[in-house]
């Protein structure tokens, strides 16, 4: 069902990555002196490609048969199997839409850089513009080309705006990523010579008994676990917290909210479509390190003194419930983990928000001793940090309640033990946002300056007032994200079910 | 099978070059000049702009040789007739037929080849001409010239001895041009350890050369054949098969051919020049030396090994030896390895990226493995990747050294302290530094990633599968050293932060590249393509 019609000839999923890439061009062309200008240049067309987004999403027809709409095929380098594919799907769409939310009130919370400005602006819209083009891509190749676009600008965003140990952030974060992506790289020449055809095109490495069962489970795993450092999979997921507390504002947003999106997206569309076998046979480990990482994420946040690191820690815990909706490989699971990708992308970008910039641009400092009572100076920051911590906790009625029950769900009916264990995380993630939010906003006003704190400015409340709207409204009305979801993932949980009773015999 | 006269066409860039030298060198000589400091200048430029409108020239010609862009059309009676039978003329000694005096291929891979190198002779003129030049330009330009001359015959050579040759004209051509700033502290030495170095390496290729020979002239005689030339690569390749390719004369003799020839494209253990010589150098000679030196030597190699060697092929695994892949399998182990651990300590930003190239000799040897599968489609992607490797690489280290030159000029260092708010300074240099950098590091979509990615293609499929493992984690840590480079030019405070503008010409030279490996980047097939029809020809 669509609710608009666009026209075909339009190659609408180029134009959405390419109306990142054309500011990115125009602002580095401007005179860095010409600061106004640039940030309306920049959000500007951020929020071109939102609207842009939001007319593709409204025009996606999830009943149709056809999974993938909006393709567009252009060869690139054909004699190796390499080309220019793009296309949608409803576990690609949710994705885009919050890339183009977070990506738009991150240009908003921009607003205070003031330190060279037009390199910053650049950087931000070419890393969105790379974490689109992953989101459209179907050819393995492309897809990985546009997912190191979007990893390196973080090296120079966190290492010049950042703050706290910013340069050593900056190095670990990227030298994971990397070292990920080698991974990546492996498993993507081992899928290249593997299987009987010599194509990059995921749509026909997708089809069953490409691939024997031996290379599925050999090669399963580097591109499984390179996609999950992304993801911030335990064991490999201490370059999260530090390079989110190193990072600046808006660039904390987009990489909690957005690209540790990117790692999970790609276990799935890339590691488990592809080799549903071998993926059947790593699930009890996978789900084994995603009980870790939800349980001790939670646990570790729940001790933090600095308010970033806690919402770090916190990031950790709910990616780790997203692998598990993974790791259930059913269409229920499926389902909860790509709609956490979505609650857990705008609620994070809120905290953040909120975190870096509402709070520490203004009082200086991030430790929850030294802050207190700012409910009274800024009650609409409280406000909607209490709203994303209810999200958090899957509160019934927010984004995450929808999506953390499909996950446990899911979870449930593969191995119920580590539905049960996972739990713990709950009460623990309620724990350390009350703590947080009595610490910060409540109790006593320790530094009575904190009065004369400046006001908030109007870019701040629009944004604050987008990604609440955006909770509530998929927490009263998730099924505009769950019916294509559900549709587009029940194709790869029937592969991976077909594959299970495959291995059984 | 003897020297026609219609055959001259066939080597006319060869030709040209050596006028061209002979003439940068004479005209330097026969005009008089002053002494005073401008008089110098105007020499310097005056044979540098010879050099280069030469180079440039004789490029052009190549390349319209070669037919990689078109095929001129027959003289229809136009105004343009006189033109268009001069390029058919020029094209009927493009790529194919047999070797001349069965020692000289002119087919696409030498094309390609000397289109590489040319090239890379007219930016490093260029670069030259930017940086400042003391004494003797003359010879600084001649000698440049006839390095390149040297490494254009090494790619097509298919003889020992004109191998043998060509790659001492190209090295000693290269000795002098190092140790060119007799004044300085470093030059000197560079100069003489690259000396030092190179002739006893040219010492043991030339061992290995008669020890191959002594085995094919008396398999020849005990075959009761007829005479031949024992040092063809053919007729190496035609006795070395079945029983006779375990004879100890042939591999020790083609290990040491592979060992002399180990220190021209510095693989580890035959590495320990490159980086003082790197250091040393003159910085454009640097970047000539790192590039088209490196590249012949891949080149020559390569054809040696492939027509010299195809009954000692072997298979690239580390557990067992069995013929040259095994050989080279080890040396890109520890030569990626060696390469990338050791650039990682270093504060001296030629010294570190000598090390990079070290490294980066070690995934170009992935490329050859492939050889070891018997598949023409294989071999085919295998060479190519070879290629394109050697292009983007050529390319993008002579941007990089040139980045480093025009700073030495200008700042006078070439440590990475020295980089420090470079943006400040100088924005479009930072970021052409930066893009650079980014594609020696591997980094989509500049034509580095797909170089890497096209050699762990055929490392793979060679079945080295360890091999390649190791060299991707490898990249990795290369990623660290490669990010200090933009840590300096980007982050770290600048301590001075006063302007300095590029020299026009170097200018030209340093966006010319850095455009390249972007475009080569978006398109690979625009190169991709001629490659393959070089590399089908060559697997052959």
């Known amino acids: 069902m669509n609710l608009i019609d666009l026209p075909a000839s339009v190659p609408w999923l180029s134009l959405i990555w390419l109306s990142l890439v054309i500011p990115t061009v125009i602002i580095a062309l401007m005179k860095p002196e010409q600061k106004e200008e640039i940030r309306i240049v920049g959000a500007a067309f951020s929020f071109i490609s939102l609207a842009l987004t939001l007319l593709v999403y409204l025009a996606y027809d999830y009943r149709s048969p056809e999974k993938f709409q909006f393709l567009e095929e252009i060869p690139w380098l054909p004699e190796l199997g390499i080309n220019y594919i793009l296309g949608v799907d409803g576990i690609s769409l949710p994705m885009l839409l919050l890339n183009g939310i977070v990506i738009f009130t991150g240009a908003l919370i921009s607003w205070n850089i003031e330190d060279r400005a037009r390199e910053y602006w650049a950087l931000l819209l070419l890393l969105a513009a790379g974490v689109y083009g992953v989101f459209v891509s179907l050819d393995l190749f492309l897809l990985f080309i546009f997912y190191e676009l979007a990893v390196l600008p973080m090296y120079l965003l966190i290492g010049i705006w950042g703050s706290t140990r910013k340069e050593y952030g900056a190095m670990k974060l990227t030298l994971y990523l990397m070292g990920g992506s080698a991974f990546i790289i492996l498993g993507m020449v081992a899928v290249y010579f593997s299987g009987t055809l010599r194509t990059f095109d995921m749509r026909l490495l997708a089809q069953s008994a490409l691939f024997t069962r031996d290379v599925q489970i050999i090669f399963f795993v580097p591109l499984f676990l390179g996609f999950a450092v992304l993801a911030g999979m335990f064991p490999f997921h201490t370059w999260s917290p530090t390079g989110h507390v190193a990072a600046p504002t808006a660039v904390s947003m987009l990489h909690a909210g957005v690209l540790m999106k990117l790692g999970a997206y790609g276990c799935l569309r890339v590691a488990m479509w592809i080799f549903p076998e071998g993926a059947n046979y790593w699930l009890l480990p996978i789900a084994i390190a995603t009980l870790i990482n939800a349980v001790y994420g939670a646990t570790i946040a729940m001790t933090q003194r600095d308010f970033k690191f806690m919402i770090g820690y916190s990031s950790v815990s709910h990616m780790g419930l997203t692998l598990m909706g993974l790791a259930a490989a059913n269409t229920i699971g499926l389902t909860g983990a790509v709609l956490q990708m979505f609650a857990h992308g705008v609620m994070t970008a809120l905290f953040f928000a909120v975190v870096g910039r509402m709070v520490y641009d203004r009082t200086h400092t991030r430790q929850f001793p030294e802050l207190g009572g700012l409910f009274a100076v800024m009650p609409f920051a409280a406000i909607v940090f209490i709203i994303a911590g209810l999200s958090s906790m899957g509160m019934p009625g927010l984004a995450g309640f929808w999506a953390e029950f499909n996950i446990f769900m899911g979870m449930w009916q593969r191995f119920p033990l580590i539905a049960v264990l996972a739990g713990i995380s709950i009460p623990i993630t309620a724990g350390y946002i009350l703590i947080a939010v009595y610490r910060v906003f409540f109790g006593e006003m320790k530094n009575p300056e904190f009065r004369h704190l400046p006001g908030l400015t109007v870019q701040e409340y629009v944004a604050g007032v987008i990604l609440v709207a955006v909770l509530i409204i998929s927490g009263i009305y998730p099924a505009y994200l769950t019916e294509p979801i559900e549709a587009s993932v029940q194709p790869i949980a029937e592969a991976l079910a077909r594959a299970g009773t495959l291995g059984m015999r | ?540």
């Open chain 2, 1 to 540: 099978m003897s020297f026609q006269i219609t055959d001259i066409p066939r080597i006319l860039p060869e030709l040209m070059l050596l006028l061209l030298g002979l003439l940068v060198l004479g005209s330097d000589v026969l005009t008089r000049w002053g002494r005073g400091p401008e008089a110098q200048l105007e020499r310097a430029r005056e044979a540098g702009q010879l050099t280069a409108v030469g180079l440039g020239l004789v490029f052009i010609v190549g390349l319209v040789q070669s037919r990689f862009l078109f095929t001129v059309p027959d003289p229809s009676g136009g105004p343009l007739d006189v033109l268009l039978t001069l390029g058919r003329n020029l094209q009927a000694g493009g790529p194919g037929g047999s070797p001349l005096l069965s020692a000289f291929a002119t087919d696409e891979f030498t094309m390609v080849a000397r289109l590489t190198f040319i090239g890379a002779a007219f930016l490093t003129s260029l670069l030259a001409m930017g940086y400042r030049l003391t004494a003797n330009p003359g010879e600084f330009y001649g000698l440049l010239i006839f390095s390149t001359l040297g490494m254009s015959i090494m790619a097509a050579a298919t003889e020992f001895i004109l191998a043998y040759l060509a790659l001492e004209l190209s090295s000693i051509s290269l000795y002098v041009l190092a140790g060119y700033f007799r004044e300085s502290e470093r030059s000197p030495e560079a100069g003489l350890k690259y000396f030092l170095f190179g002739s006893l390496s040219s010492a043991i290729f030339l061992y290995g050369i008669s020890l191959v020979y002594g085995f094919v002239a008396s398999e020849n005689q005990k075959a009761g054949g007829a005479p031949i030339v024992a040092t063809l690569f053919s007729e190496v390749g035609r006795f070395a098969t079945g029983d006779a390719a375990s004879s100890p004369l042939l591999i020790l003799g083609m290990l040491f051919i592979i060992a002399g020839l180990g220190y021209k494209i510095s693989v580890v253990p035959f590495h320990t020049w490159a980086p003082d010589v790197y250091q040393g150098a003159p910085p454009p000679v640097t970047a000539f030396l790192s590039t088209a030196s490196k590249a012949a030597g891949f080149l020559l190699l390569y054809r040696l090994l492939t027509t010299a060697f195809p009954g000692v092929v072997g298979t690239p695994r580390l557990e067992e030896f069995n013929g040259w892949t095994s050989v080279l399998a080890i040396l890109a182990l520890v030569t990626v390895i060696v390469g990338n651990l050791a650039a990682l300590p270093q504060t001296n930003a030629r010294r570190l990226l000598a090390y990079s190239s070290i490294g980066h000799a070690g995934f170009l040897l992935l490329a050859v493995l492939i050889w070891s599968s018997t598949s023409p489609v294989d071999r085919t992607f295998g060479t190519a990747a070879l290629m394109y490797y050697l292009i983007v690489y050529t390319l993008t280290n002579l941007g990089s050294f040139g980045v480093l030159a025009v700073l030495t000029n200008a700042l006078g260092s070439d440590d990475l302290n020295a980089m420090q708010g470079l943006w400040r300074r100088n924005m479009l240099l930072t970021l052409m530094m930066t893009i650079l950098i980014l594609s020696l590091a591997g980094i989509p979509p500049l034509a580095g990633f797909w170089a890497k990615f096209f050699v762990f293609m055929a490392g793979y499929q060679a079945g080295a599968v360890p091999l390649v493992t190791i060299a991707i984690i490898m990249t990795v840590v290369s990623l660290y050293y490669y990010l200090r480079f933009l840590k300096a030019m980007w982050i770290l405070p600048a301590p001075e932060t006063t302007p300095f503008k590029t020299p026009p010409v170097a200018n030209a030279a340093i966006i010319v590249s850095t455009a390249l490996v972007v475009l080569l980047g978006l398109l690979p097939n625009l190169i991709w393509g001629t490659i393959s029809s070089a590399a089908s020809v060559a697997a052959r």
